[in-house]
Antibody, heavy 117, light 108 residues
Framework: QLQLQESGPGLVKPSETLSLTCTVS??????????WGWIRQPPGKGLEWIGS???????YYNPSLKSRVTMSVDTSKNQFSLNLSSVTAADTAVYYC?????????WGQGTLVTVSS | EIVMTQSPGTLSVSPGERATLSCRAS??????LAWYQQKPGQAPRLLIH???TRATGIPARFSGSGSGTEFTLTISSLQSEDFAVYYC??????????FGQGTKVEIK
């Protein structure tokens, strides 16, 4: 069974870049048909898909965030990463990493990222 | 982008009663719809995919139905552990994958 774990700073200053990594265990990032994705949830609000990446390099971003998002995969470390640039307070949220064929079946526990000076 | 709309926003139900949650898509998503359960402080958990297929380990009291633009999640007899927020998500037209805004099921 896959397990996913997010890691990264819990506090980011406005205008800086939010960087998170998701470590996958229980399976190989490159050995499955999963898309590896990021989803966020502002405090008290709903879920927003950020983007998804396939190990071979196909990447899809939410059009609403596309200009600020970069995702990558490191198959040697069985990890994938998220960079979100020029953050504002509106980017404060719990960030989840997840695996998806088309629906999201495995999730990390989530990590709260607060944007504040 | 397909917009998913859930109703009601909050559903108050007594333990042992049936709960019926609705999800509407702004255009047809065929049967490419999933439901998730989220408890406070936890990640969402996949309940249903393909509109009606229960995910591994999900109790039979959870059932999904519908196709096209109208979908329903039914919890046949609410248990204490079922009080949570439920989200629908379409995966027919992507990107973007889109979620509904959620329905909170609370104890009456």
């Amino acid at each position: 069974q896959l397990q996913l774990q997010e890691s990264g700073p819990g506090l980011v200053k406005p205008s800086e870049t939010l960087s998170l990594t998701c470590t996958v265990s229980g399976g190989s990032i490159s050995g499955s048909s999963y898309y590896w994705g990021w989803i966020r949830q502002p405090p008290g609000k709903g879920l927003e898909w950020i983007g998804s990446i396939y190990y071979s390099g196909s990447i899809y971003y939410n059009p609403s965030l596309k200009s600020r998002v970069t995702m990558s995969v490191d198959t040697s470390k069985n990890q994938f990463s998220l960079n979100l640039s020029s953050v504002t307070a509106a980017d404060t949220a719990v960030y989840y990493c997840s695996s998806a064929v088309y629906y999201f079946d495995y999730w990390g526990q989530g990590t709260l990222v607060t944007v504040s000076s | 982008e397909i917009v998913m709309t859930q109703s009601p926003g909050t559903l108050s139900v007594s333990p042992g009663e049936r709960a019926t949650l609705s999800c509407r898509a702004s255009q047809s998503v065929s049967s490419n719809l999933a439901w998730y359960q989220q408890k406070p402080g936890q990640a969402p958990r996949l309940l249903i995919h393909g509109a009606s297929t229960r995910a591994t380990g999900i109790p039979a009291r959870f059932s999904g139905s519908g196709s096209g633009t109208e979908f329903t999640l039914t919890i046949s007899s609410l248990q204490s552990e079922d009080f949570a927020v439920y989200y629908c998500q379409q995966y027919n037209n992507w990107p973007p994958w889109t979620f509904g805004q959620g329905t909170k099921v609370e104890i009456k």
